[in-house]
């Protein structure tokens, strides 16, 4: 089935950096979503984007459809402790039944 | 706003026997979306419904997975038998009319099979 490449996988950075992952595929897709999940919850929606080449921010959070349609990248800028989770990516397909694919998850870890 | 409420919120079977789990998604969203999350992984659809049509099942493993939504409302999602590979949180989601491209997830229900 279709598949979204997210990297990385995991990170560990100090309180403060920014950060930044991504997600591509083979596929083109006409939305991007990202979610955070904390543990024990479900993923919860931080930012959708509807076109490409769209850029939006959400606070902290700044997030890119890419030009190709394949791709999206979400930034954090400077880190707070409350930040740490799973990111996922989510894409919903141009073509078919529209439904969303999931990225493999970024796990955030902040060293304070 | 109420969100999407799932129960029961933890679940312990053994292999081969049947399980029943319930999601309420938020009152007016049309559609609902039950997914599989095995651990490490991001979320896998295994249903969509439209009111009480089903949408897309096409990765339902439909030999032991079944799912409805009598009344466009509230939806029970039955596994029968478990094997051990269906450990996993089985998270539910909604969406409205408008709200096509974005969905809402409830907090999941965590599944182990002994």
């Known amino acids: 089935g279709q598949q979204l490449n997210q990297s990385p996988q995991s990170m560990f950075i100090q309180e403060g950096e920014d950060v930044s992952m991504n997600c591509t595929s083979s596929s083109i897709f006409n939305t991007w979503l990202w979610y955070k999940q904390d543990p024990g919850e479900g993923p919860v929606l931080l930012i959708a984007?509807?076109?490409?080449?769209e850029l939006t921010s959400n606070g902290r959070l700044t997030a890119q459809f890419g030009i190709t349609r394949k791709d999206s990248f979400l930034n954090i800028s400077a880190s707070i402790p409350s930040d740490v989770g799973i990111y996922f990516c989510a894409g919903r397909l141009i073509q078919g039944a529209q439904k969303l694919v999931f990225g493999q998850g970024t796990r955030l870890t902040i060293n304070p | 706003e109420a969100g999407v409420a799932q129960s029961p919120r933890y679940k312990i079977i053994e292999k081969r026997q049947s399980v029943a789990f319930w999601c309420n998604p938020i009152s007016g969203h049309a559609t609902l979306y039950w997914y599989q999350q095995i651990l490490g992984q991001g979320p896998k659809l295994l249903i969509q419904?439209?009111?009480?049509?089903?949408?897309?099942d096409s990765q339902l493993p439909k030999d032991r997975f079944s799912a409805e939504r009598l009344k466009g409302v509230d939806s029970t999602l039955k596994i029968q038998p478990a094997k051990l590979e269906d450990s996993a949180v089985y998270l539910c989601a909604s969406g409205g009319r408008y709200q096509l491209k974005t969905q809402y997830f409830g907090p999941g229900t965590r599944l182990l099979v002994l």
């Open positions: 984007l509807y076109k490409a080449g």
């Open positions: 419904f439209q009111n009480n049509g089903v949408v897309d």
